[in-house]
């Protein structure tokens, strides 16, 4: 699991683009779904929940086409990994 976020300039647009061609690029390098939050205290940040391993995330991020497919979905930033510091049972 991953656990990324981003700013963006639109959120249909993002989304839009999220759920089409990233979706796409995604599955390419592995990944098996995502869930988006949007943040409650600021607007143009999403959280993504990914099921997806780490060395998938690093492949997706590093493909060339993946810039590209950032600019059209209108990314303000890079999206980032949230580093894990622990898990625990319930």
Same mark, same amino acid.
């Given at each position: 699991m991953i656990l990324a976020t981003t700013k963006f300039e639109d959120l249909d647009r993002f989304l839009k683009v999220f759920s089409t061609k990233g979706a796409a690029k995604r599955r390419e390098h592995g990944s098996? @779904?995502?869930? !988006?939050f949007r943040d409650p205290i600021d607007e143009d940040r999403v959280w993504v929940v990914f099921d997806w391993?780490?060395?998938g995330w690093q492949d997706f991020?590093?493909?060339p086409d993946v810039p590209g497919i950032f600019q059209?979905? @209108?990314h303000v !930033?890079?999206?980032q990994p949230a580093p894990?510091?622990?898990q625990y049972d319930a």
């Amino acid at each position: 699991m991953i656990l990324a976020t981003t700013k963006f300039e639109d959120l249909d647009r993002f989304l839009k683009v999220f759920s089409t061609k990233g979706a796409a690029k995604r599955r390419e390098h592995g990944s098996k @779904g995502a869930t !988006v939050f949007r943040d409650p205290i600021d607007e143009d940040r999403v959280w993504v929940v990914f099921d997806w391993d780490a060395e998938g995330w690093q492949d997706f991020v590093s493909d060339p086409d993946v810039p590209g497919i950032f600019q059209e979905a @209108g990314h303000v !930033v890079k999206p980032q990994p949230a580093p894990l510091v622990g898990q625990y049972d319930a």
